[in-house]
C-alpha cells in the first residue's frame, strides 16, 4: 500500500492485473448451471414399430420417445401432459 501511494507504476499495474482477475473469476463462479426444460405429450397412436400396425403409446408422437441429454449440473424441467383417456402415466 506504501509504494502504491508512492506512485510506483509496477505496483498500481500488478493490483489491477489482480483485482480484473479476482473479478472475472468471481463473475463465472456467479453464473447459474444451464437448465432444460421440455414438455412431452403421452398419446396414443397407431405405428408399425414392426411393419404391423398397432395402437402405441408415444411422447410427442415419437416411438421410442425423445432422447434427453444433460450433463451433471444441469436443471432438468419435464411437464407432462397425459392424452390418455383412461391410463395413468409413470415416468422413470
Known sequence: LAQALQGNPR???DTM????AVSVLLAFSCVPASS???TWVISSEYKQPDCVD???????????????????????EVV?????RDQSVSIH
Request: proline share 8%; hydrophobic share 40%.
Open 11 to 13: 505496483f498500481r499495474c
Open 54 to 76: 398397432r395402437l402405441a403409446i408415444t411422447v410427442n408422437g415419437m416411438l421410442p420417445g425423445p432422447e434427453l441429454r444433460v450433463q451433471p449440473g444441469e436443471d432438468i
Open 36 to 38: 432444460l426444460s421440455t
Open 80 to 84: 407432462v401432459q397425459n392424452r390418455l
Open 17 to 20: 492485473t489482480m483485482i480484473l
